[in-house]
């Protein structure tokens, strides 16, 4: 049972365009929503959250949307640049009162590969 | 500072060894936990420790599988009698108590022949 969802295995963007990476997720019980990025042979590393009280979180180039009612969110990623090139993980958390319960459920990752 | 830290980088076993594998976490993190990557999929939870105890350990697979954090520090998973379908990169990350930011070690590559 995935509940965590990148339906996306791969993309492939020009360099200066706009990149979204898309995820679905079914457990309502998620409120805390996170992204990844992973380059061959590290771990992952963190890039932006959202909590669910927001639709939207914006950190430079990277803007994570949130749409709670369908259990919907994505990561643009303008301009893109070939060193953005990686995996890149979703990942959904369920909080207790405020304060993370720590277990992360990923996406399979999404390939994202810009062209010079 | 240090990152985290797992070793070995890869890990070569036959089928029915048993393995450790070790994770070195951010100095003065409190949370510790572990997750198994398999080809082609996004890292999948293990086990959850808050200090030396375990707070959450549903994702591990199997009883051949045990993971310990005596001092609240380092922490070993333990894997018994490894199958082939144990192989897999073994991802450890660390936080904060009541930070959403884990981070991530290298992993470690095991394969189980």
């Known amino acids: 049972d995935q509940q965590v969802k990148q339906n996306s295995p791969s993309l492939s963007v020009q360099e200066g365009r706009i990149s979204i990476l898309n995820c679905d997720y079914t457990?309502?019980?998620?409120?805390?929503f996170l992204w990844y990025k992973k380059y061959p042979a590290e771990g992952p590393t963190f890039l932006i959250s959202?909590?669910?009280?927001?639709d939207k979180n914006e950190d430079g180039r990277f803007t994570v949307f949130l749409n709670k009612s369908a259990k919907h969110l994505s990561l643009h990623i303008v301009p893109s640049q070939p060193g953005d090139s990686a995996v890149y993980f979703c990942a959904a958390s369920a909080t207790a009162g405020g304060t993370s319960y720590g277990k992360l459920t990923f996406g399979q990752g999404t390939i994202l590969t810009v062209h010079p | 500072g240090a990152g985290v830290s797992q070793t070995p980088s890869n890990k070569v076993t036959e089928k029915g060894k048993y393995v450790e594998l070790r994770c070195d976490p951010i100095?003065?993190?409190?949370?510790l936990y572990w997750y198994r990557q398999s080809l082609g999929q996004g890292p999948e939870f293990l086990i959850y420790?808050?200090?030396?105890?375990?707070?959450?350990d549903s994702g591990l697979p199997n009883d051949r599988f045990f993971a310990v954090r005596p001092e609240g520090s380092v922490s070993t998973l333990k894997i018994q009698r490894t199958e082939r379908g144990d192989s897999a990169v073994y991802l450890c990350?660390?936080?904060?108590?009541?930070?959403?930011?884990?981070?991530f070690g290298p992993g470690t590559r095991l394969t189980v022949l």
């Open positions: 959202i909590s669910s009280i927001k």
């Open positions: 420790f808050q200090g030396t105890g375990a707070a959450d």
């Open positions: 457990n309502s019980m998620f409120d805390y």
């Open positions: 990350a660390s936080s904060l108590i009541g930070a959403d930011e884990q981070f």
């Open positions: 100095s003065g993190h409190t949370a």
